[in-house]
């Protein structure tokens, strides 16, 4: 029952940080879980610096995890 807890609150948390990010959430796969971050468009930013701010918004959950 302890490690149903733990792995329900980390899941929790993990989900709670890709969401925080922007992170879609694409599938579980035994405890790990497929994220992908959508590239924003945004006015006056070029294609490669809307990938660099998706890559960094992806990293920085990956270190908040």
Same mark, same amino acid.
């Not at 302890?2 to 709670?16: A, E, M």
């Not at 922007?22 to 070029?46: L, R, T, Y």
């Given at each position: 029952?302890?490690?149903?807890?733990?792995?329900?609150?980390? *899941?929790?948390?993990?989900? &709670?940080?890709?969401?925080?990010?922007?992170?879609?959430?694409? +599938?579980?796969?035994?405890? @790990?879980?497929?994220?992908?971050?959508?590239?924003? *468009?945004?006015?006056?930013? &070029?294609?490669?610096?809307?990938?660099?701010?998706?890559?960094? +918004?992806?990293?920085?959950? @990956?270190?908040?995890?």
């Amino acid at each position: 029952r302890r490690h149903t807890r733990l792995q329900g609150d980390w *899941s929790s948390d993990v989900c &709670s940080s890709d969401l925080k990010y922007g992170g879609d959430i694409i +599938k579980f796969v035994g405890d @790990a879980m497929i994220v992908m971050w959508p590239p924003e *468009s945004v006015a006056g930013q &070029s294609t490669e610096d809307s990938a660099s701010t998706t890559v960094r +918004k992806a990293i920085q959950c @990956a270190l908040d995890i």
